[in-house]
């Protein structure tokens, strides 16, 4: 029976790289004939384990075929994460325009950290993960027009970011 084993996924950083690794190929045949699809991104798409690069989450399917024309495939997943890009100002004003702090990107960090303060360093918001924006409130009230200051910890490699955001009414 055609079989490859080995860790089917991985995630990785925008800019970085992984090794699809299939750890067992058994297919009848001596002289086996790899071929990963899509090529992009893969160092060599005609080797057992390629080093993959994606720009985006990729999906690879490798194809092993033998001398005496047995085949066997498997998907394996490159997941890529992009860095988080955060705005400095939004208007939660309720005209349906920016009414919130969209940080674009951090959805994908599921064990991010976000954490905000008022000038006098009480925390105002805190999240783990991001399926809620901000809405420029506390404890169900309109926080006051100003700055506010940012901790947001993606976790998976990244480093803490850290800055303002200015809330306008």
Not at 1 to 24: E, F, H, N, W
Request: hydrophobic share 35%; net charge neutral; with cysteine.
């Amino acid at each position: 029976m055609p079989l490859i084993t080995g860790k089917r996924s991985a995630t990785i950083l925008a800019g970085g790289q992984v090794t699809l690794d299939p750890l067992a190929v058994a297919v009848d045949g001596s002289t086996l004939t790899y071929i990963w699809t899509p090529a992009t991104g893969l160092s060599n798409p005609r080797v057992m384990s390629p080093v993959a690069s994606p720009q985006t989450d990729t999906q690879y399917t490798l194809t092993v075929l033998s001398s005496n024309g047995c085949s066997t495939s498997a998907v394996f997943t490159v997941s890529v994460l992009q860095q988080p890009i955060i705005y400095n100002t939004f208007t939660p004003n309720g005209d349906g325009v920016n009414d919130i702090w969209n940080i674009t990107n951090l959805n994908t960090y599921v064990n991010a950290t976000v954490e905000v303060f008022n000038r006098n360093g009480s925390r105002v918001f805190y999240s783990l993960g991001y399926p809620v924006p901000w809405d420029g409130r506390y404890n169900g009230q309109d926080l006051p027009a100003g700055v506010y200051y940012y901790i947001i910890n993606p976790k998976n490699g990244r480093q803490t970011l850290s800055g303002s955001v200015t809330i306008i009414r």
